[in-house]
């Protein structure tokens, strides 16, 4: 399995969209915990413990944003060096920009592709960065 021994934190409101990470990352491996509304995401994480990944979506019903999360866990210095990446429906053109100079470590589209995403994972974990905005979408 490619993601074996992996820990990945992830803040998603979408209870499919979580299911469907959390099913192709634990069938592929990984240990993987969620906080749904980011509100509680900082003690959760902390208490998931070692973390090789955190995955956050842009768009939160609670009032924060993906974005505010970031910000709260880089000012954490154990996860400075943990890479963040953006998984949203937001327009990639759009966000794509806007987490690179946030300073996240990728960006994936929705819907995941179930074949692709387990390899985007290993890629980011292993230092690369991925900007993928999904097969149909085209991102100079």
Do not use: C
């Not at 992996?6 to 990984?30: C, P, W, Y």
């Amino acid at each position: 399995m490619i993601l074996d021994g992996k820990r990945i934190f992830i803040v998603e409101d979408n209870t499919h969209n979580r299911v469907v990470f959390q099913m192709t990352l634990i069938s592929n491996g990984a240990t993987a915990e969620f906080d749904r509304w980011g509100r509680d995401a900082l003690w959760r994480l902390q208490a998931f413990g070692k973390t090789d990944l955190i995955i956050l979506d842009l768009m939160l019903p609670s009032g924060m944003s993906g974005y505010d999360i970031f910000d709260e866990i880089r000012t954490l210095p154990e996860y400075n060096d943990v890479p963040i990446i953006a998984v949203s429906a937001t327009d990639p053109a759009i966000a794509i920009p806007k987490t690179q100079q946030k300073g996240f470590s990728g960006f994936i589209a929705k819907p995941v592709d179930d074949e692709l995403f387990p390899r985007q994972v290993l890629q980011i974990i292993a230092g690369e960065r991925i900007w993928y905005a999904g097969r149909d979408f085209i991102f100079d």
